[in-house]
């Protein structure tokens, strides 16, 4: 493989060498590489292995920050598709009998569309406590000798299989979320135009019921879409963890003057996005909001190029443009191939709640991305030293730039 012996040396500008170690960011990745769901048995074994290569990387006291959190979510979003497809069919036969009903209707199946659009802001606990499970968030801190900022390096330690991967599930909710909302917004024109202008053209109203009941359909799918225990999660997200715990290691070597670092490993990302939801009601007091960096690491260290997700959701939001700006930067001084991009929906990650607190944040992933996440398929076999390395020179650089900058 072309990644094996590649070069790990940083030269500085005081042309001193310092070195990060790819190896041990393999090494850490590929020892995590076996399914631990919140709730296994591979939970403990996982949590076991963070706590130890933190202390292998120096650093005492290691941080375990407790919560509850729930399956409800994902239960949630395989019924949800359901309700909204059935609202879609009654709207579009609503059409047929009264265009005030169609209107009565188009309300409530916006509200409940919205529903589907995702949930990334609080920790919802099942009435069942058979879903709920108490876990946790690790992480360590790196004080510097004149703090002026912070920044936070994220990764999840937690995995899950789901029965489709990610890729289709993605495309299920697009195709469902974007295709029910068009489909509304003609029938609330429709609507309008029926109670001022007396018409009806039945092969329209068919055309759009046929259509409803397809994306009806679509959405539904997601039904059969249930979560397990049986991807090795090395892509996603081993590999985060690994490369935080490797950059733990390096500043405890080439400390910074200027900003304090802390190193967090979340939980129940795959559950709720708890582990950042969490961390950040806890802790958001504790930050300034203008002098803290948030840099979250989920789907790295693919073969390809890496990906800078710099907005997401329905209605798009922006991350942090700082970093972003900073990452582009880095990519074209390095060479390094970095392209960024939008996720409207079906994809989520730890840096959103943290967004919608109004920190600084970004996240970078890679390809291959989400062909075979969530999926057996996903091993270490789709990790590679080279995309691991890329990921450690960018981070390095933008820290660097930031330090500059609060000196």
């Known amino acids: 493989m072309k990644a094996d012996g590649l070069d790990t040396k940083i030269i500085d500008k005081n042309n001193t060498d310092t070195k990060f170690d790819v190896d041990n960011v393999y090494r850490i990745t590929k020892s995590l590489a076996f399914p631990r769901l919140i709730g296994s048995e591979g939970e403990k074994k996982a ?3 963070v706590v130890n290569e933190f202390k292998e990387a120096g ?3 290691i941080f375990r ?3 509850i959190t729930s399956f409800y979510n994902w239960i949630f979003i395989r019924f949800i598709f359901l309700i909204t497809g059935s609202a879609l069919i009654l709207l579009a036969l609503s059409i047929y009998i009264s265009p005030f ?3 009565g209707l188009f309300v409530l199946d916006i509200y409940v569309s919205g529903k589907a659009l995702g949930r990334t802001n609080s920790i919802k606990l099942s009435k069942h406590e058979i879903y709920n499970y108490e876990t946790v968030n690790i992480y360590t801190k790196l004080k510097s000798k004149n703090p002026k900022a912070n920044i936070i390096f994220m990764g999840h330690w937690d995995s899950k299989s789901q029965s489709f991967p990610t890729s289709i599930r993605v495309a299920i909710f697009l195709l469902s979320i974007f295709g029910s909302l068009i489909l509304m917004l003609i029938y609330f024109i429709l609507s309008l135009l029926k109670i001022f202008i007396n018409f009806n053209i039945p092969i329209l109203n068919n055309i759009l019921l046929d259509i409803s009941i397809v994306i009806a359909i679509i959405g539904g799918i997601n039904y059969f879409n249930k979560t397990g225990n049986s991807s090795p999660g090395a892509f996603d997200n081993a590999a985060a963890v690994g490369t935080l715990i490797e950059l733990a290691r390096y500043y ?3 400390p910074i003057n200027n900003i304090d670092l802390l190193f967090l490993s979340t939980s129940s990302e795959e559950l709720n996005l708890g582990g950042a939801i969490n961390f950040i009601q806890k802790n958001k007091d504790k930050f300034d909001k203008k002098s803290t960096y948030f840099i979250n690491f989920d789907l790295i260290g693919g073969y390809e190029l890496i ?11 922006v991350s942090s443009k700082k970093l972003n700006k900073l990452f582009l930067e880095c990519s074209e001084e390095l060479n390094i191939k970095l392209k960024e991009i939008y996720a409207p929906t079906g994809a989520w990650s730890d840096y959103m709640p ?3 607190e109004g920190f600084e944040a970004c996240w970078l992933g890679s390809q291959p ?3 075979f996440v969530h999926t057996k398929k996903d091993t270490i076999d789709l990790v590679s030293k080279e995309g691991l390395k890329n990921i450690l020179l960018l981070c390095i650089d933008v820290v660097k730039k930031l330090e500059n900058e609060y000196n």
């Open 65 to 67: 920050e407790t919560f």
């Open 307 to 317: 990906r800078l997700i710099s907005s997401y959701g329905i209605p798009r939001k």
């Open 369 to 371: 991305g989400l062909k």
């Open 101 to 103: 009903l169609t209107l």
């Open 59 to 61: 650093y005492d006291p």
């Open 47 to 49: 949590i076991e292995i």
């Open 252 to 254: 405890k070597v080439n």
């Open 354 to 356: 943290i967004v919608h």
